[in-house]
């Protein structure tokens, strides 16, 4: 049994590519299936009995089977049960605006990554970098300059995989800092692990928060809408907006014909992001918001009292001594602005995505035990949800299937973008009566619990 029998063929593969680099045999690859997402597949006959591909997938194993007493000084920590185990958390930005407009959010992962290479506590930075390839618009990438980590900034929501850059790093024996989103960080924690190599190498894990990924149809849908027929030459996805808060950057298009198109979120992408078109199916049995398995993990700080600043402000959750010097000296000589923030307001502004990640998809787990022969282990098998949540979750299912089916079928010219939209919009429209009810109703305990308490206060 290896990798693509248990996890590809039950569509729980995330497109980490990590098992592709591990294979004994070479008998795994990964490229994009029909869904635009990144699939591992097999290219030949397994070894009997290997199972090394299953051992680092982060799909296979519950997070439970990394104990994080053997990655951290736990004993030293604080601990929560969303944020994981900590030392710190912040918030922050760079003191350069306009490298702090140039990043997603404060510039913080960015200005990291400079500092780690700086003062050769790594040799190189492997992160997520733009591509010229039309059909693959992002790609990881080995970094060495201080210059082309600050050109690579910002955010990436387009599938990438580790494949290319773990084979450097075992043929290269140096020390490197490796940014990724939390299923990547766990199948790299199993793989440093089960390697000694990897282990020696790999020298800091920087997690970003996550609440879903994205197949390329999300990028072609946007093309899409612009109605601009030329190849893409680039994409930026986090644009500064000045006249909105951070809550409402820019996503902006740019082809190769020279013309560009841009979109708001709030008014173009929001309700694609809310509604999770286009979401790979392995996100919804994921419970890993904040890296919990990072060395450091970095984020947007959409708490009220940061949310208008249009060049954004990073929340940072530290789990690494090392890091957190770093981060001190920052503040020393001047570069960077940080200060504490409680673990819970962190925790807060991520509500939405815990509600989805950490509670919900106790639905989804249950549905495909009944359904699929494997199902990937969650930590929280006794959450409750509503019979309204649970409906909820039933027309999202519906809704996510349907962009990824519809929009294959955008892909092989057999519908047309407004049909697309059209048969999309009677879900939602199903779904927003639901979540209308559940808001109505939510808003009507309040209530009732209100004049609980007052009715109590006037008896005494």
């Known amino acids: 049994m290896n990798v693509?029998?248990?996890?590809?063929?039950?569509?729980?593969?995330?497109?980490?590519?990590?098992?592709?680099?591990?294979?004994?045999?070479?008998?795994?690859?990964?490229?994009?299936?029909?869904?635009?997402?990144?699939?591992?597949?097999?290219?030949?006959?397994?070894?009997?009995?290997?199972?090394?591909?299953?051992?680092?997938?982060?799909?296979?194993?519950?997070?439970?089977?990394?104990?994080?007493?053997?990655?951290?000084?736990v004993d030293s920590m604080q601990y929560d049960k969303n944020l994981g185990y900590f030392y710190n958390t912040y918030y922050g930005f760079v003191k350069n605006n306009n490298k702090r407009k140039k990043s997603a959010s404060g510039g913080l992962t960015t200005w990291l990554l400079k500092r780690l290479l700086r003062n050769n506590y790594v040799d190189f930075a492997i992160m997520v970098t733009r591509s010229n390839n039309p059909d693959k618009l992002f790609k990881y990438e080995v970094i060495k300059s201080e210059e082309l980590i600050q050109k690579s900034s910002g955010s990436a929501y387009y599938p990438v995989e580790l494949s290319g850059v773990l084979d450097f790093i075992k043929s290269n024996e140096k020390k490197f800092a490796v940014v990724g989103l939390p299923c990547f960080i766990r199948g790299l924690r199993f793989l440093k692990k089960e390697s000694p190599i990897y282990e020696n190498r790999i020298k800091f894990l920087i997690g970003l928060t996550c609440g879903q990924l994205k197949s390329k149809f999300f990028t072609d849908y946007l093309k899409r809408k612009s109605s601009i027929k030329s190849n893409i030459k680039e994409i930026k996805f986090r644009k500064y907006n000045k006249n909105d808060g951070a809550d409402n950057f820019i996503v902006k298009i740019n082809f190769k014909n020279n013309e560009e198109a841009s979109f708001e979120f709030k008014n173009d992408v929001k309700n694609l992001w809310v509604n999770r078109h286009f979401m790979p199916v392995a996100c919804r049995y994921c419970e890993d918001v904040f890296a919990e398995n990072a060395d450091v993990t970095f984020m947007d700080a959409w708490l009220s009292e940061f949310i208008k600043e249009p060049l954004g402000t990073n929340l940072v959750v530290t789990r690494n001594l090392k890091i957190n010097k770093i981060l001190q000296n920052g503040i020393t000589d001047g570069e960077i602005i940080i200060e504490s923030i409680k673990g819970e307001n962190v925790v807060k502004s991520q509500k939405g995505v815990i509600e989805y990640k950490k509670r919900k998809n106790i639905f989804n787990f249950n549905k495909a035990k009944k359904?699929?022969?494997?199902?990937?282990?969650?930590?929280?098998?006794?959450?409750?949800?509503?019979?309204?949540?649970?409906?909820?979750?039933?027309?999202?299912?519906?809704?996510?299937?349907?962009?990824?089916?519809?929009?294959?079928?955008?892909?092989?010219?057999?519908?047309?973008?407004?049909?697309?939209?059209?048969?999309?919009?009677k879900i939602e429209k199903k779904l927003n009566i639901i979540k209308k009810y559940k808001l109505f109703i939510h808003r009507i305990k309040k209530i009732f619990f209100k004049l609980i308490k007052i009715l109590r206060k006037d008896k005494h």
Request: charged share 35%; proline share 2%.
């Open 4 to 73: 693509v029998k248990k996890i590809s063929e039950n569509g729980y593969c995330i497109g980490c590519g990590i098992c592709v680099s591990v294979c004994p045999n070479n008998s795994l690859d990964i490229g994009f299936n029909s869904y635009g997402e990144y699939e591992v597949f097999s290219t030949d006959e397994c070894i009997d009995n290997c199972k090394r591909c299953l051992d680092i997938c982060p799909f296979f194993k519950n997070k439970q089977a990394l104990k994080f007493e053997n990655i951290f000084s």
């Open 371 to 425: 359904e699929k022969e494997y199902v990937p282990e969650i930590e929280r098998k006794n959450n409750k949800i509503s019979f309204i949540e649970k409906k909820e979750m039933h027309y999202l299912n519906i809704l996510i299937d349907k962009s990824r089916e519809l929009w294959r079928k955008v892909k092989k010219d057999k519908i047309d973008f407004e049909r697309y939209n059209s048969e999309i919009k």
